[in-house]
């Protein structure tokens, strides 16, 4: 019988960062997870983006800190994660999106970004190509980044270990278990595994997970798609954020990573429910034609791959954390809407500390807004 302090459910962008955090804090963790390795589910899916930029206070906190982690990665921990910091751009050509840009720029300003409008000239330096046809200006912040997302969880991964953590991966969860209404472990296809917490950071399976248990999690997923291009010589840096509509999509970004390859990725409208992850046939004409029309000097370039991922989708486009109500020792880490990438660091400290009860003011900040139990509104205006 293998007993831990906590189990994480779940080796992706939000466990293992959580696992590492929990490890070095000196609690006997364990993550499980069925793929082979980590963030082999849709961690691999994930473009690389990593912002601090949004519009809500809890994710600006946690986006900060997780930045804060990427960003001196490298040098504290010494891994190579491929950091770039070319800053999140988003031009505007229109009054509506320079409203709202212009509108969320005093909270953003308050919680500590370095953000602000700029006009259509420096826009222009920024992206050297752009459309300059009613370019009106646009948002900039010059300390958010990327990183490979895969170099990213390796080095999270090997961390964790260093603290202590184990893992099983190539195990199936099959049943979260109770006893009087708490939580005492789960069974998988390896036996059972006892612990007083379960952490469900299972992320597009989190229902099925809760389920098991007869939870009901409002986590849907959905379905995304990004591209990757050839390699070309470096001509801008920054993630580049078209917030407008238009038909099938919703809005779209891309930014030139370090080895000058373009990567890509569409918001569809309406959403594409469920957990099919085949490619299409539409998604490359769709947000090519976007592209080619603000960034003209794409359109010779060759696509090298396309893929398909999951994001788990909550009600408001805002993350669940926190304890259970009905499954005392149960605490939700999911619904983080196809951005778990860029906050799972900072959401994996402030989990730890739930769990370690040393939660801090901004944690109080960041479990009121991403309670689970909280009244579901209209969703976040840069989601």
């Known amino acids: 019988m293998r007993n831990y302090d906590v189990i994480v459910v779940g080796a992706g962008s939000l466990g293992v960062p959580t696992a590492m955090a929990l490890g070095e ?12 390795s980590p963030g082999q589910g849709e961690n691999k899916h994930a473009i690389g983006g990593i912002r601090a930029t949004h519009s809500a206070p ?21 891994d190579d994660i491929e950091w770039m ?8 050509y229109r009054s509506a999106e320079e409203t709202a840009l212009k509108g969320i720029l005093p909270i953003q300003k308050r919680l500590g970004l370095n953000i602000d409008f700029y006009d259509a000239d420096t826009i ?7 459309n300059p046809r009613r370019l009106a200006g646009g948002t900039f912040s010059p300390e958010d980044g990327s990183a490979s997302p895969l170099l990213a969880i390796n080095a999270f991964y090997r961390k964790a270990m260093a603290f202590g953590v184990d893992f099983a991966f190539n195990e199936d969860v099959k049943s979260l278990n109770m006893k009087d209404g708490k939580i005492c472990g789960i069974t998988t296809d390896g036996g059972i595994i006892n612990a007083p917490v379960v952490i469900d950071a299972a992320g597009a399976y989190s229902t099925a997970l809760c389920e098991t248990a007869g939870i009901d999690v409002p986590v849907t997923p959905d379905s995304h ?20 509509p238009a038909p ?6 891309f930014y030139q990573n370090l080895h000058g390859q373009v990567v890509c990725c569409i918001t569809p409208d309406p959403p594409i429910v469920g957990t099919d992850k085949r490619e299409t046939s539409g998604f490359l004409p769709q947000i090519g034609a976007r592209m080619v ?9 060759r696509v090298r791959r396309v893929w398909r991922g999951l994001y788990p989708m909550s009600p408001d486009g805002s993350p669940l954390v926190g304890w259970n109500r009905k499954a005392r020792g149960l605490f939700h880490a999911t619904g983080m809407c196809g951005q778990g990438f860029m906050l799972g660091p900072g959401i994996g400290e402030v989990v730890a500390r739930m769990v370690n009860d040393t939660t801090t003011d901004d944690d109080n900040t960041v479990m009121d ?13 840069l989601k």
Not at 25 to 36: A, H
Not at 85 to 92: A, K, M, N, T
Not at 225 to 244: H, N, Q, W, Y
Request: net charge neutral.
């Open 225 to 244: 798609e990004g591209a990757i291009t050839e390699p070309v010589e470096s001509f801008f840096k920054c993630m580049v954020v078209d917030l407008r």
């Open 369 to 381: 807004e991403f309670s689970p139990y909280r009244e579901f509104g209209g969703q976040e205006a």
């Open 25 to 36: 804090m000196g609690i006997k963790t364990l993550v499980v997870d069925k793929k082979p």
């Open 124 to 130: 222009c330096d920024l992206v050297p190509g752009i």
């Open 58 to 78: 809890a994710k600006i906190l946690v986006g900060l800190r997780s930045l804060e982690i990427f960003a001196h990665w490298a040098q504290i921990h010494g």
């Open 293 to 301: 029309e603000l960034l003209p000097r794409l359109k010779n370039i």
């Open 248 to 253: 099938g999509s919703k809005n779209y970004y």
């Open 85 to 92: 910091q070319g800053g999140y751009l988003f031009p505007v």
